[in-house]
């Protein structure tokens, strides 16, 4: 089991921005992708971005233009880069990774489905 722990949430005004961190341990194992999915109170959990291990990635259309998934495997590191945040930003974001599917649509990318292990989650709250 790959284990990943956020950090990095907060809360902020709408306008501002927030870098969401995901430390990875368990390497070992095959990661195929990584994800950023939230969930907002009484809503779904949802995909916001993800990132293969050869770099390419996939935004929700909420997201594109504002987000910016990043990754530093010297690190063993996953990042969010959240800028122009708006209060419908405001929810639980998760990292996750993929273990079992090489490849995957955007769509399938950004579903909680296709994601194996979570870690615990960090808060982002954006008042306006």
């Known amino acids: 089991q790959v284990r990943l722990v956020e950090s990095g949430g907060g809360s902020v005004q709408a306008g501002e921005s927030l870098r969401l961190s995901c430390a990875v341990s368990?390497?070992?194992?095959?990661?195929?992708?990584m994800g950023w999915l939230r969930q907002a109170p009484g809503k779904e959990r949802e995909g916001v971005a993800s990132i293969t291990r050869a770099g390419t990635t996939d935004y929700a259309d909420s997201v594109k233009g504002r987000f910016t998934i990043s990754q530093d495997n010297a690190k063993n590191t996953l990042y969010l880069q959240m800028n122009g945040l708006k209060t419908e930003d405001t929810a639980m974001y998760y990292c996750a990774a993929n273990r079992v599917w090489p490849r995957l649509s955007t769509a399938a990318a950004l579903s909680q489905e296709n994601y194996q292990d979570w870690g615990q989650g960090t808060q982002v709250t954006v008042s306006s």
């Open positions: 368990e390497v070992g194992f095959n990661v195929m992708c």
